[in-house]
């Protein structure tokens, strides 16, 4: 693992931490217990990566009973949403430009 990965990971970790009040040591295990569980691998081979930031993200959030602020449920439906976003903002300033040069 690279030294930006490991440190997405750890921030990830530190954000939790903040918003919850837990302590990232307690957040790590859990997220190590989470990965074992999901991992078909053995218990040394398993990943944090799908757990923390990849498909299931959400999943140390519920099982610690964390509720994201409004500011970053925007900020996640966003990313998750960030083709239609792109591609919307293009297609309406197209429609608007056209439609101020043809008046």
Do not use: Q
């Given at each position: 693992?690279?030294f930006?990965?490991?440190?997405?990971?750890?921030k990830?970790?530190?954000s939790?931490?903040f918003?919850?009040?837990?302590?990232?040591?307690?957040?790590a295990?859990i997220?190590?217990d989470?990965?074992?569980k999901?991992?078909?691998?053995?218990d040394?081979?398993?990943h944090?990566g799908?757990?923390l930031a990849?498909e299931r993200p959400g999943?140390?959030?519920?099982?610690?009973?964390?509720?994201?602020?409004?500011?970053?449920?925007?900020?996640?439906?966003?990313?998750?949403?960030?083709?239609?976003?792109?591609?919307?903002s293009?297609i309406?300033?197209a429609?608007?430009t056209?439609c101020?040069w043809?008046?």
């Amino acid at each position: 693992m690279d030294f930006k990965t490991r440190d997405l990971y750890r921030k990830e970790i530190e954000s939790l931490s903040f918003a919850t009040g837990r302590e990232e040591n307690e957040l790590a295990e859990i997220t190590l217990d989470l990965a074992r569980k999901n991992s078909s691998l053995d218990d040394s081979r398993a990943h944090v990566g799908p757990v923390l930031a990849g498909e299931r993200p959400g999943r140390v959030g519920e099982r610690i009973g964390y509720h994201p602020n409004v500011k970053t449920a925007l900020k996640r439906w966003g990313f998750r949403h960030a083709n239609i976003l792109y591609l919307g903002s293009i297609i309406s300033i197209a429609i608007l430009t056209s439609c101020f040069w043809c008046s």
